[in-house]
């Protein structure tokens, strides 16, 4: 079983956030019809597969300011939606530090064979200081999460894909290490990270099947993704790149506009002021500033991943174009959040999606009559 799925590779794919927070994914007092337990996520789960996402990324949190008062753990809710689907894969995230990749590595294999084959990690690097102090754990400075990170991808590869594997790190060690069974996936369950600074850039260039960084302009995210695949190259190693988006179709544009105005307007400063300062630990703090968060405006905050900025709010035709310009600058995924999950990934199923594999065989078209 090889570990793409059976998706045309030439097709951007999509993904959305498990509200397996509670709050939504948005900091404001605007009615969200969304639901955190686990009887509307596996009823979410089945309307997204129905609708054409072939992904779904769980949350990992200890502890969250900014409303997200209670946090379900990530690899159980994770095969908890897998056992109520068919198709989709999904993405269940891990702290290193919390977790050991011994412990990681079997868990998910397991997960892996009970699927068949439908498991996926996000590997994120920490960037709230107060979950870490408040469950004891260690907290290195931003560059070194990362170096512990990528010795926990590289132990996490090792284990899925050799017998008697030995490692030597600074933060792990394996001696003669074999895992059975392992995985079924070939050559393992695909591993994603989070992140836009430096240190997140350099160890998808080098470890990570996908690199997942938050909303940004066209231009903001072709410059990270041109920067990444150019290292990538020189390291001789491919990246996949996931871009999150809020994503507010309507019928019309107004509508849409008029729900992004009222999800700010109903904002709670305390909320978002709060997880601004808690970010300040995370991008802002890296030597070159240019991480997560680093530039983001109280409005931007709002959506915790910068999901306005990708401006995936329009009316179907909109944001389909918008999807299918992320797609030509390098994207091959867009991670979705939305206000009413169900209803709004029906909606995108059903309206925006069409329009996106339209436009997509246009354009095919169009390149194979050029040549
Ligand atoms: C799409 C996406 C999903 C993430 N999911 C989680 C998560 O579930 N839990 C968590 O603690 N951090 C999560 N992160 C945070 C990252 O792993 C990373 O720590 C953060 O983006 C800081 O990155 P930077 O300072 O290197 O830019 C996520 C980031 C992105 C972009």
Known sequence: MTTENNSNPQQIRFAYWVPNVSGGL???NIEQRTDWGIDYNRRLAQAAEKSGFDYALSQIRFTAGYGAENQHESVSFSHAILAATEKLKVIAAILPGPWKPAL???QLATIDQLTHGRIAVNIVSGWFRGEFDAIGEEWPEHDERYVRSEEFIRSLKGIWTQDNFSFDGKYYQFKDYTLKPKPLQQPHPEIFQG????????????VSDWYFTNGNTVEGIKAQIDDIRAKAQSNDHQVKIGVNAFIIARDSEEEAQAVLQEIIDKANPEAVNAFGDATR???AASPEGEGNWAKSTFEDLVQYNDGFK???IGTPQQVAERIVALKDV???L?????????????????????LVRELEARKKVQLEEAV
Request: aromatic content about 8%; hydrophobic content about 45%.
């Open 26 to 28: 948005v900091v404001s």
């Open 104 to 106: 990681a590595a079997k």
């Open 195 to 206: 992140g836009s600074s430096r240190a997140a850039r350099d160890m998808a260039s080098r």
């Open 281 to 283: 630990e995370a991008g």
């Open 310 to 312: 990708t401006n995936l």
């Open 330 to 332: 390098g994207v091959d």
């Open 334 to 354: 867009v991670l979705a959040g939305f206000l009413h999950f169900i209803e709004e990934v029906e909606y995108f199923g059903e309206k925006v999606l069409p």
